[in-house]
């Protein structure tokens, strides 16, 4: 009984904490239900006199080894909070709250003004392709914001590939309505030297028609005529359906994509890989 009541507590922890079951595991839980069953000769209540009698010896036992069990469990609780909080053994549920963190992250607090995120002349370039409406691109303009107030030898190229209709020819179908849009306004931002805040303007907000924009715009002091005649010109047109172009020569299906010195990464990386990936084309910290 008590290989079963430990096997039904690995099962539960298996099926709602990691959220993976090992098929030969599942088998060993079902032998032990079965030997648990038979034993108990399939009564309910028998069950739950066995039960009763395997915490009753449990408890009789740890009093006669009183020493021996506060050791285990001093072990056995130190074990559980050592791989509880690195998550050495499941290390895909660390990448993915390590990721999900920034997903809950409202407004970009590591934000940067200008058309310049981290230095001139440096010696890792991160040339990034990016979607407005991707929400791993929201997550991934955080981290890249982050870094590039945390290395001081970076810089980030941003390129506009949405995976909307109105702009893109490339796609199939309209994954990201108003990604064109989006694109377009901040490239009109870039006119007025302030690409990036307004980049994570348009991630957070989600401006759906010119209206919305224009308010951006004026949140951040630009000229309204301006802005307004340059997300409407044929020059921005031209310089999205370049990048667009640019993009599809290198026959990108998937946002975010970035080349860390020419080092293709495909997708968002947790942060401290992100990291590592940067010192590893010599980033230094600042």
């Known amino acids: 009984m008590f290989a079963f009541t430990v096997s039904m507590i690995l099962a539960g922890m298996s099926l709602f904490r990691i959220h993976k079951l090992c098929i030969l595991c599942v088998i060993t839980y079902i032998i032990d239900l079965a030997i648990a069953l038979i034993a108990s ?33 001093i072990l056995a609780s130190s074990f559980l909070v050592y791989t509880g909080t690195t998550y050495c053994f499941v290390p895909h ?4 709250k390590s990721i999900l963190k920034y997903r809950n992250i409202k407004k970009n607090p590591y934000r940067v003004k200008g058309n310049l995120l981290g230095v001139k002349n440096a010696d890792v370039v991160i040339e990034l392709y990016s979607d407005y409406v991707c929400p791993l691109c929201y997550i991934n303009n955080i981290m890249l914001h982050q870094a590039a107030k945390e290395f001081k030898n970076i810089q980030i190229v941003h390129h506009n590939y949405p995976f909307d209709k109105e702009c893109n020819k490339y796609v199939n179908f ?29 991630y957070e907000k989600q401006p759906k028609k010119l209206e919305d924009v224009i308010k951006l715009s004026d949140e951040l002091g630009f000229d309204r005529e301006k802005f307004v005649s340059d997300f409407e010109s044929k020059e921005i047109e031209k310089e999205l359906y370049k990048q667009i172009d640019e993009a599809e020569k290198l026959k990108l299906d998937s946002t975010p994509t970035m080349y860390i010195n020419g080092e293709q990464i495909i997708g968002v990386q947790p942060y ?15």
């Open 93 to 96: 549920i660390k990448k993915q």
């Open 41 to 73: 000769e399939c009564r309910f209540k028998n069950i739950i006199n066995d039960i009763k009698t395997t915490f009753f010896d449990f408890i009789s036992g740890a009093k006669q080894y009183t020493k021996t069990f506060i050791i285990l469990v």
């Open 272 to 286: 401290y890989e992100l990291k590592e990936l940067l010192i590893k084309h010599g980033a230094k910290r600042k």
């Open 174 to 202: 309209n994954m990201h309505p108003n990604a064109c849009f989006m694109a377009r306004a901040a490239l009109a931002a870039e006119k007025q030297g302030n690409y990036w805040e307004m980049s994570s303007l348009l």
